[in-house]
């Protein structure tokens, strides 16, 4: 067994490796991973008296044993894309396996002609490096997961970069399609969208495996700016399997009457931990952050978020809804944080948590931090389990006991579901829902 001087020595080489095969990108961008890299040696691993931590399992939070270094060749590229077409109409797609670029499909020539930039992070680098530069990374991680935040800068190589400029209204979404096929394989899915004065757009976000066993590590980011009166809507799907470690980090800030709404759906993971910070910077701006989960066996699903209350006149509603079944654990915790000049805040926070079984663990941590004296705020936290009532009236006509908590749980989860904009998009989140429930 490798002493930890080791193991830190082995991960250092690790990541000169990584910078080695960086020779051709710019030299800012190899000095901002050095630098994320060094601190991410001095920064402590989470503890179990840290608040951000709180309840959370922190034994399987460790990452030395994934490999880091390039990957294989994708042998089953073209089966990955095929399966990466989920909906009928898009404006642009990237596919990756394993942080490479396996399909692109570009935006027309006339949204680029508008001056819309849909782009891979490796072609950014060295064509958008200004853009790159103003944006990339420049929202600190402030919930807990600094040093998993810290180890996505000092290896990340791949993403996807949308920028959509003052006036432009984009009417299909783009999506970006991240799949983990090696074996104990490291990713680190970026997203960056940069949405100008009155500009609209929308982008989804999948996480997939193609295995249900191989063990994987996922940490990923996605910064969202909604400038002037600009209107994003976003969506992640996260299905990867059961024995992979994921973090996700997002933030997304709201301008002047801007909007922003996140609806996020996840099912995967064996450990899971999703970090959100909503930041209404602008008067009259409104953001949305819906979530659902689905944990089942020993799953954990972590979320720690934050609604950030800067100008006056501003609302935000959180709604995250959680379903479990046999041992599986979720965490919620947020927070509302209205500053003193944000008067007039408008702001929600609600967790509902569905138990389906006796061993199943939900925790909810509901807060506000208020600091104006006129404002509307509120936030909430129930768990319950499904009423016999519900389940008698189904099983008396003739529906299993299993299929009638499957239609009940639809029905928990279709407050947010029906906030899914593309028809498509909302059939398939069904469908792994659906799919979720009968694995046994």
């Not at 700016?225 to 299905?239: C, E, H, R, S, W």
Request: proline share 2%; net charge negative.
């Amino acid at each position: 067994m490798k002493t930890e001087s080791q193991s830190v020595t082995a991960f250092k080489e690790t990541f000169n490796h990584h910078i080695e095969d960086l020779d051709t990108t710019p030299g800012w961008w190899r000095s901002m991973k050095r630098e994320a890299f060094d601190r991410f040696l001095t920064t402590p691993m989470p503890k179990r008296k840290d608040e951000s931590w709180r309840f959370a399992s922190l034994s399987n939070l460790s990452f030395a044993e994934f490999a880091y270094g390039k990957p294989p060749s994708i042998t089953n590229a073209q089966e990955l894309v095929e399966k990466s077409r989920i909906l009928e109409h898009q404006s642009g797609s990237f596919t990756f396996a394993d942080n490479q670029t396996i399909d692109a499909e570009k935006a027309s020539f006339e949204l680029q002609k508008k001056g819309v930039i849909w782009t891979s992070l490796r072609e950014a680098i060295s064509r958008n490096g200004e853009l790159l530069k103003d944006y990339f990374m420049k929202q600190e991680a402030n919930l807990g997961s600094e040093k998993f935040s810290l180890l996505h800068t000092s290896f990340v190589e791949n993403g996807a970069l949308l920028y959509i400029p003052k006036g432009v209204e984009v009417e299909y979404p783009f999506v970006s399609y991240n799949w983990i096929t090696g074996q104990n394989a490291a990713v680190f899915p970026h997203t960056l969208v940069i949405a100008e004065e009155f500009a609209k757009v929308s982008l989804v976000e999948a996480h997939f495996s193609t295995t249900e066993d191989v063990g994987a590590l996922s940490c990923g980011v996605t910064h969202l700016f909604a400038g002037v009166g600009a209107k994003i809507d976003y969506t992640l799907l996260q299905n990867y399997n059961e024995e992979t470690l994921g973090f996700q980090i997002n933030s997304n800030i709201a301008g002047k009457d801007a909007t922003v709404k996140t609806v996020s759906v996840n099912v995967g993971c064996r450990n899971y931990r999703s970090e959100t910070h909503g930041q209404i910077k602008g008067a009259g701006a409104h953001v949305e952050m819906l979530s659902l989960a689905v944990a089942d066996k020993d799953q954990e699903i972590d979320q720690r978020t934050l609604q950030t209350h800067s100008a006056p006149h501003a609302t935000s509603d959180l709604l995250f809804k959680n379903a479990l079944k046999d041992n599986a654990k979720t965490i919620f915790s947020g927070l509302i944080k209205v500053d003193d000049g944000a008067q007039q805040t408008d702001a929600y926070q609600t967790n509902r948590n569905l138990l389906l079984s006796k061993t199943a663990e939900a925790n909810s941590l509901p807060g506000l931090e208020i600091e104006a004296n006129d404002v509307k705020c509120s936030h909430g936290a129930t768990t319950s389990q499904i009423e016999e009532e519900e389940i008698f009236y189904m099983l008396a006509r003739g529906i299993p006991k299993e299929k009638a908590q499957e239609l009940v749980v639809y029905g928990f989860f279709e407050e947010i579901l029906e906030r899914i904009e593309d028809e498509k998009l909302k059939e398939f989140a069904r469908s792994v829902i659906q799919t979720k429930f009968s694995s046994k």
